[in-house]
C-alpha cells in the first residue's frame, strides 16, 4: 500500500517562498508516477504538476517560472519548491501518486490515473 505524507506547508508573504516534501513508502519509488495537485476553498483540484514516464515534468500555466518539482529517488520524497509566491496560490497541496505501467521494452509509463493521495498540507499567501 502506497502511503504519501506531505509536509512543509505554512504562511508567508506575497513574493515568500516555501519548499514542500512528499515522502512514499510502500512502493518502489521508481515506480511511482508523482503529482502535485492544489485546491483552494471553493475551488476545483487543479494540478500544479505532474512528472511523465521518461520523468519529464509539465507545469500549470499558473506556475510557471515560480515553482520546481524535483525527485530524490534516494530519499523517496517529492518536492515542490515555490518563489515568489501569490496569494491565488493559498490552497492545500497534495501530492499523487500512480504505480506506473511498464512496455516490453522496459520504457516507464505514466497514465496520470492517481489513486494515491497524501493527507494535504495548507499553503497561506498575505497581500
Known amino acids: 500500500q502506497v502511503q504519501l505524507v506531505e509536509s512543509g506547508g505554512g504562511s508567508v508573504q506575497a513574493g515568500g517562498s516555501l519548499t514542500l516534501s512528499c515522502a512514499a513508502s510502500?512502493?518502489?519509488?521508481?515506480?511511482?508516477?508523482m503529482a502535485w495537485f492544489r485546491q483552494a476553498p471553493g475551488k476545483d483540484r487543479e494540478g500544479v504538476g505532474t512528472?511523465?514516464?521518461?520523468?519529464?515534468?509539465t507545469y500549470a500555466d499558473s506556475v510557471k517560472g515560480r515553482f520546481t518539482i524535483s525527485e530524490d529517488n534516494a530519499k523517496s520524497t517529492l518536492y515542490l519548491q515555490m518563489h515568489n509566491l501569490k496569494p491565488e496560490d493559498t490552497a492545500t497541496y497534495y501530492c499523487?501518486?500512480?504505480?506506473?505501467?511498464?512496455?516490453?521494452?522496459?520504457?516507464?509509463?505514466?497514465?496520470?490515473?492517481?489513486?494515491?493521495w497524501g493527507q494535504g498540507t495548507q499553503v497561506t499567501v498575505s497581500s
Open positions: 499523487a501518486a500512480e504505480a506506473a505501467s511498464w512496455t516490453w521494452t522496459r520504457t516507464r509509463i505514466c497514465n496520470k490515473d492517481y489513486n494515491y
Open positions: 510502500g512502493y518502489p519509488y521508481s515506480h511511482l508516477c
Open positions: 512528472i511523465d514516464g521518461l520523468h519529464r515534468i
